[in-house]
């Protein structure tokens, strides 16, 4: 089993950053991708940015430039710096990591519990 725990979020003024982290623990042969979705208020879920094991992103054009996601490997977490903070980029911000088994290989998705973060002045 695999548990995410995230930080970092909060209410900023528009033009403000966050750091927000997602530390991941668990008995896996690896974790491989791992990434931020966010999800507004009647809106769907969306992918924000993400990170492959080797380092390559990803990232929606909503974000490019103000967004920018990293992983520390050795401590199993991604982070994600944003800055230039919009009101348009208030949501429920949810970590996700995927993992390989040991054993079987099997490949499984797990989701963090969400952040909020509010840009509002």
Known sequence: QVQLVESGGGLVQP??????????????????DMGWY???PGKQRELVATISGGGITDCADSVKGRFTISRDNAKNTVYLQMNSLKPEDTAVYYCNVETTAWGTKMRMSYWGQGTQVTVSS
């Not at 033009?15 to 491989?32: D, E, R």
């Open 15 to 32: 033009g403000g950053s966050l750091t927000l982290s997602c530390a991941a623990s668990g008995t896996v042969f690896s974790f491989n």
């Open 38 to 40: 966010r999800q507004a």
